[in-house]
């Protein structure tokens, strides 16, 4: 079985630059999470979507980052304007139903200098 | 959400045997508890789960105190590729869901360092 897609692995942009991350989850899987992980820090969850709905976004900094979730499979993550404190790895995550076990993809390394 | 605590880090030798404890002394009765590890450059993946009994599995074992305060996640032989970042984690149960889903909440774990 195909694990969680994610790309790009890194990307490297200037401060008030715009990025974009893209995630293909397992096939199958209706609940999907983006996690963002800081240096030495455990992920925290940013948004969580069941299908197409968005069910958690507590955590999004929505002045500047925003997700969707196309017909219910692949997701798009983005942040426009991106900030310093915006580095980290951003995870992708999925499973079957939202009570289920999560599988993650191994991340997009984002640097903001 | 329900909390948990871990030791921030661990040392084990290789080939020896490793108890990774976590409290979680809020734990209501029909949370499941759940343990991800983290490798290097890579996203968390599932170890293994419980509710009250002792589970065991390929990867590990988990040991669950009788009053469910306290967990161990137990690797019976340390090796090299098990150094990572171990995450316990508090899971509701399906049936007490209002909804179809639960958050899933990472705290910081515990690294646990292999020597050879």
């Known amino acids: 079985e195909a694990g969680v897609a994610q790309s790009p692995r890194y990307k490297i942009i200037e401060k008030r630059q715009s990025v974009a991350f893209w995630c293909n989850p397992i096939?199958?899987?209706?609940?999907l999470y983006w996690y963002q992980q800081i240096l030495g820090q455990g992920p925290k969850l940013l948004i969580q979507?069941?299908?197409?709905?968005?069910?958690?976004d507590s955590q999004l900094p929505k002045d500047r980052f925003s997700a969707e979730r196309l017909k219910g499979v692949d997701s798009t993550l983005k942040i426009q304007p991106a900030k310093l404190e915006d580095s980290a790895v951003y995870l992708c995550?999925?499973?079957?139903?939202?009570?289920?076990?999560?599988?993650f993809g191994s991340g997009t390394q984002l640097s903001v200098l | 959400d329900a909390k948990t605590t871990q030791p921030n880090s661990m040392e084990s030798n290789e080939e020896e045997p490793v108890h990774l404890p976590c409290n979680h002394s809020?734990?209501?009765?029909?949370?499941?508890i759940h343990w991800y590890r983290q490798l290097p450059s890579q996203g968390p993946e599932y170890v293994i789960h419980?509710?009250?009994s002792n589970v065991n599995n390929r990867m590990a074992s988990l040991a669950i105190a009788e009053d469910r305060k306290s967990s161990t996640l137990i690797l019976h032989r340390a090796t090299l590729r098990d150094a990572a970042v171990y995450y316990c984690?508090?899971?509701?149960?399906?049936?007490?869901?209002?909804?179809?889903?639960?958050?899933?909440?990472f705290g910081p774990g515990t690294s646990l360092s292999v020597i050879p």
């Open positions: 995550a999925s499973s079957r139903r939202g009570y289920e076990k999560l599988f």
């Open positions: 096939s199958g899987h209706a609940t």
């Open positions: 979507f069941q299908n197409n709905g968005v069910v958690d």
């Open positions: 809020t734990i209501s009765g029909t949370d499941y």
């Open positions: 419980g509710l009250t």
């Open positions: 984690i508090l899971r509701a149960a399906y049936l007490d869901l209002k909804t179809s889903y639960d958050k899933v909440i």
